[in-house]
């Protein structure tokens, strides 16, 4: 079909990749394979694939900087799978453009969920593009047409997810949004056991922004600041 969205899948375990292939293929979606990070970049400039499903650790090249060499490319919505539940790693994945991520062991429900909400994102996120609008909240200038974050003058680097989680909380400055508010709002679905991905993607902005950009509301979810 014309329309058949393409998923390239890097996995190093060929059962699970083999997995995720047949699983991806009984959705409806074109799927590549790679299994290590030479092959997957390749394989990436070959197909221009429409998601990357992508292993964090992989032999040779790893994860994270196949992940930071395919956005340098050609920004593509990247969803991570890792084994790993250090917060400081996730961060790392996160900071060089992982959309989202699931831990191993994971449901193929909730990866294919996942999977389409992404897609549905960046067809919003192109959509909204059209909208020439500048929001300013305080010493924040968030310009949605062209994507850019400038603080007191100087441009920030948000990643797509970093963008739209600022974004979302910028037009209503001072609101708490729930977290799981936010993950429906922002990646499509509402799980309240998928919160941590919220929390995740807050810290990246902080440490991008600064501190005092965002405040959490303990027990309930953020806000951005909204100036005095």
């Known amino acids: 079909m014309a329309d058949q969205r393409r998923v390239l899948v890097v996995e190093d375990d060929d059962t699970i990749a083999t997995a995720l292939r047949n ?9 590549r ?21 992508l292993d964090r650790l992989l032999p040779g090249v790893d994860g994270i900087e196949v992940c930071r060499r ?11 799978l890792t084994a790993l539940g250090e917060e400081t790693d996730l961060l ?14 994971f449901s193929m429900r909730e990866l294919v969920a996942r999977i389409h909400a992404l897609l549905r994102r960046v067809e919003r ?4 593009a059209h909208e020439d609008t500048v929001i300013r909240v305080g010493e924040v200038e ?4 062209e994507r850019r974050v400038f603080v007191r003058g100087v441009e920030s680097q948000l990643t797509r997810t970093e963008f739209d989680l600022l974004r979302r909380m910028a037009e209503r400055p001072g609101h708490v949004f ?16 998928a919160t941590r991905t919220v929390d995740s993607h807050v810290r990246a902005l902080r440490r991008k922004l600064g501190s005092g950009v ?8 953020y806000a951005m600041v909204k100036p005095s």
């Open 142 to 145: 968030i310009n949605t047409a």
């Open 125 to 128: 996120a192109a959509q909204l």
């Open 214 to 221: 965002v405040r959490t509301v303990h027990g309930v979810g």
């Open 33 to 53: 394979v790679a299994g290590d990070g030479e092959e997957a970049l390749a394989a990436y400039a070959r197909a221009e694939p429409d998601l990357v499903v």
């Open 70 to 80: 395919m956005q340098a490319a050609r920004p593509v919505p990247v969803l991570m």
């Open 23 to 31: 699983r991806l293929v009984a959705e409806g979606f074109e799927v």
């Open 178 to 193: 729930e977290r799981e508010r936010l993950l429906s709002d922002i990646w499509g679905f509402s799980e309240a056991a």
């Open 92 to 105: 790392v994945g996160l900071g060089v453009g992982a959309d989202d991520y699931l831990t191993k062991p």
